[in-house]
Each structure stands twice: as C-alpha cells, then as structure tokens.
C-alpha cells in the first residue's frame, strides 16, 4: 500500500461521524474533490488553529491525545460563541508517515468527533515538521460576542483554572516525580482538554460576552474588557482551584496559574445579575461547575483587569493594569 | 510595537478586499473574536491547502510570489468547482516575525486577493517552521466534479502545459543561466500560477467533469477516470505548449513537462463534443486559450488514462497504464 492509499484509509473512519442529516443532505461532496461542497444554512460559525511541535506540544505527547487536543482547541473556540460543531478541516503536516502514530493519532481525535457527531469533510496531507490546523465549522443562530459586556454583569468561568499549566509543569518534570491520581489529572486536563461545547451553546441568550481561557484568565479577560470598553474585577478568592491542583502545589502556585496559566480552556463569560439563578441552573443540569469569580466593575476609557485578593504579586507577571487591594 | 500587534497591523489591509455586499451584510464577525460568523446562503465550496518551506517552495521564494502563490493554489482548487471565491482564512506558521518579509508576502497575496474581491476573515499565528495553510470557501450553485466524465467527451485544458516544471528548474538552476524573457516568464509560471476562475465560474452547465492540474496532467486526469469509471486517451500531439517552453527547452524535455509536471494550475475538463462552440465562444471572450487534448474513449473496469503520438516513453515515468500507439 502506497503512502497516498495508507492515508486515504486511516482517515476514512473520522469522515462518518457527523449526525445523519448533516452528514448526508447537508454535503453535495466531502472528502475526493477539488473542494468540498456544503448546502449552506444559517449562519456558520469558523475558527482555525494552528498547532506546532515543540510550540503547543511536546514531540513526546502521546499521539492520541494529541488528536485529541488538536479538534478540541478548535471546538472550545466555536463553545465561546455559542456554536454547535458542524464538520472541521484537518491540514495536517507530517515529517514521515508512520502507521502506528497516525492510527493512535486519529483514534484519539476520533474519540472527541464521536461524541460531539461531527465529520471531518476535507484535509491536505503534506510532508514537514510536524503541523496541524484544523478549521471547525458550527452552527451558530445566535452568537456572543466578546464585545457584549455591560457594567454591573457578574463574571463567570467554567470547570476549574490552572489545571493545565500545572500538567504541563508535570508532564515536563515527569521523569523526576511520582504520579499520583492528582498528578495524572492534572496532566490529563493538559493534553485532553474538555471543550464546554454544551454549555456554550446553552449560554447563548444568557451571557452577554463570552471567550475561552486559553491564554490565562486575566489576559482573556482582558480581550473582553478591551472589546467592551469596560473595566473588570477578578477576586482571587473565588478562584475555581480543584483539589488536583491544591493537593499539588501550593496555594500561591495554584493562584497564578489560574489567573496567568493557558490551556484551561474552560469558558470566562459576563452575564447580568438578574441571570445568576439561569447560571446555577445550567451548572446543574449540565453538571459542570460554574463559578462567579468577579464583576464588570465600569465602563470607563482605559479598558482594563484589576485583581483584588491576589496572594501574589501581579503586576511581575507583566500585567501593568493589575492592582492588589 | 509588540509581535502581536505588529502582525493584527499588517494583515489588517487584507481584511477589507470584500465585495461590499459580502464584506458587509454577510459577516456578522470577521476578525477579532473566537470564531467568524458568516450568515450563509446557498453552496458553500472550501479547500484547504498547505504549502511547506523546502518542499512546496524553496526557501528563496521572493516573499510577494509566496503570498500570491498561496492563495493562487486554493482558489484554483474552488475554479475547478465552478465555484466563485468569497472568503478565506489563513493560518501561517513562522520562525519569527520580521517586518519587510511579512509586508511583502501580505503584498503578494493582496495582489490576488484585491483581484477576486475576496477578504481576510480569520486566521491563525504562531512560532514555528514556515508553513502556510489556507482555506478559500467560495459560493457554488452549480458544481462541477471529477466524477461527471462520460464516454465520447472532448477533454481540454486552459492555457499552457508544463511551463511550471520548467521554471521551478530554471529557478533552482537561476545562477548558472542567463535568464531571458522566456526564462522569467516560465519561472513566473511556477510562482505566481493563474487560478482559472472566470473560466472555471463558466464552465458550469458545460464540463462534466473537471479538476485543476496541479499534480501534472497524466496524474491529475488519472483522477477524474477512476471518479468517472472511464478511460481517458491523450493525444500528445495535441499539448498546448507555450512559445516560451519551447523556446528553452527540447521538444521531448517540454513534452515530458506537459504531461507529468505539475504546479501548472491550469483547468482540465471534459465536456460533450456538441458543448465545443460553447467552448470556443468561452476561450474568445474570456480571452484564455482552451486547446482540445484528447477524448473518453470507453467505460470500463480499468479505469486508465493512455497516451497515444508521446514522444518520450512515458511508460519509464511510473505510469503503468499508459500505452504508446
């Protein structure tokens, strides 16, 4: 079996996973054309990303987590704006073809794909140092924006913070440490991140403005007050910390991850006061904790993020705006 | 500046080249949040294609020609669907951001991108080996697919055929030559490729099959036999072969190239022999030559594409089922 043929058929299982509408009156033509042809309707919802060896991942990552990360980075993105994956593209550059890898590495996007029901429609297999972007696709009636906070609305996150810099730490230091249960939950969190793609969806007509935290709190906060043209305040004691973390490391680490550490993706969103019951609800029925963690404090011309309760200093983080109080 | 700005800075030109009814009334978010939201109507066409330094392009490339030659390949990709190009997005890989390169690859690909009214609307960035992925989405009414061939068409191509191969040598050999005009039109071939999408857009209702030619022509035509279950003959007499190709090349050197070099982004096409006025009417008024180069000769199990008056042995080129008569 020639390479072309090899790859051809280890990504032929990912192409039949959409629901069974989508993935048959929705495609004149998926995978085997110049292009690939979707009967459009509503508003489509895309987002690409890009993830690089020795950048987003180790070379030593388990190949299926890595497929798994891959497509879940990319569905966080269409949860924060309330869409609902449709299909995605994958371009995937491979510095040799190794049946092994490519088998675990599928099996692991497979996995995340299955659950969510949705086909990969399109793709170009080339040679080079490892890269992969994907392009997800969703359905997205009513998006939030991140541009839609108003003073006075609650802040809210998902799940818990921190979480994935400390597996990274760990993951890296791994050879010099015991795993245990919090360790390995901890490093789990890293590599196979849960995109909140249902409650996303549940939260539009909710939040007013919503991201994902992949590049620390504080700094995705910042995007939303920046788009919003207000001002936030975060109280660091009400930090969403998971016993992983604090039964980990100590509780000033704990902190700064969760305020500056990436790769959490968990969802950071505004929404008014008059909607905290509408919040607790949705945690409960969609069992996954939500956490009011400050307040959109007020609109003024120097958008910014403030942190009160801080344990640690935050201004040597390299965030001018942050004032401990 | 920072990297990041700098970058948002540069790329901002690119995302305004929108025909003003897409640009405005069709996106309800282009840049600058989680996701695009395009409010979609109609078939919606996409390709993703990567390109990778050292095996796509050497690393020499002038940085305008990339940008065009990136964007060029993925909308000949929607012409070979008859589709018309609306959107796309970018997700570029580099190994650092220097300013002068970044401003001339944006200028290359603004250059197409101005041309088909097409805009920017997401993307991606990040640290790493250069590698350039872009998806084109275009609207599609109408597709044309490879699997459309039927016995007795007339199979063409537009412009000319294996000037590409020729100048990707001649740039690979550039310091041992003296390059005339010939030479730099062939070189201009290779890095700044025509995607045929006027003619592609016009060929709906007249091909029934058709693909752009990117892999040679024997390779690519391969394809639509095996989609259409026929069997293709080339007449290799009958090879549009530019005066510049011939003019720095031996016949059988030029020969080879139209028929197995690739990078020509030319379009290949069958259609029914009643179709040849539309055909001809189509090549006079778009002004781009379209030469007749064989027939779909049978239906049969062995889907094949043969030669017939080759000049070379084209059977030595790997190509098993090609005949000499």
Redo the contacts between chains.
């Keep these: 079996m020639d390479e072309f043929t090899l790859i051809k058929t280890l990504f032929q299982p990912l192409q039949e996973l959409g629901r069974e509408e989508q993935a048959s009156s929705s495609f004149?033509?998926k995978i085997?054309?110049?292009?690939?042809?979707?009967?459009?309707?509503?508003?489509?919802?895309?987002?690409?990303?890009?993830?690089?060896?020795?950048?987003?991942f180790t070379p030593d990552i388990p190949p299926d987590d890595l497929g798994y990360r891959c497509l879940a980075v990319n569905l966080s993105?269409?949860a924060?704006?309330s869409?609902t994956p449709l299909f995605y593209?994958?371009?995937i550059?491979l510095p040799k073809v190794e049946q092994a890898w490519l088998s675990a590495f599928i099996s692991g996007m497979e996995n995340l794909a299955r659950k969510h029901q949705i086909s990969l429609v399109?793709?170009?297999t080339?040679?080079?140092?490892l890269?992969i972007?994907i392009?997800a696709h969703?359905s997205?009636p009513d998006?939030v924006?991140?541009?839609g906070a108003k003073v006075g609305d609650d802040v809210y996150v998902s799940g818990s913070l921190g979480d994935a810099a400390a597996g990274l730490k760990l993951w890296l230091d791994r050879n010099t440490l015991t795993l245990d249960e919090h360790k390995n939950y901890l490093i789990q969190r890293f590599h196979r991140p849960t995109p909140r793609v249902e409650l996303g969806d549940a939260l539009s007509g909710v939040a007013h403005a919503m991201?994902?935290v992949s590049d620390g709190l504080l700094a995705d906060l910042t995007h939303i007050a920046e788009?919003s043209d207000v001002s936030i305040m975060v109280d660091a004691h009400l930090l969403p910390l998971s016993d992983a973390l604090l039964n980990s490391f100590d509780k000033h680490q704990a902190v700064e991850w969760a305020l500056t550490g990436g790769d959490d993706y968990e969802l950071a969103f505004t929404a008014p006061v008059e909607a905290c019951d509408a919040v607790r609800f949705l945690s409960r029925i969609l069992n996954i904790p939500i956490t009011r963690v400050g307040s959109v404090a007020s609109s003024n011309t120097e958008a910014s993020v403030q942190v009160k309760n801080a344990v640690i200093d935050v201004t040597r983080l390299g965030y001018n705006h942050f004032q401990n109080e």
Tied chains: 1, 2.
């Design positions: 004149l033509k085997g054309d110049d292009a690939a042809v979707w009967k459009g309707q509503g508003n489509l919802a895309f987002s690409i990303d890009t993830l690089v060896e020795g950048v987003h993105d269409l924060a704006m869409a593209t994958l371009a550059t399109g793709g170009d080339t040679k080079g140092p890269t972007t392009q969703g997205c998006p924006y991140r541009d991201l994902d788009a």
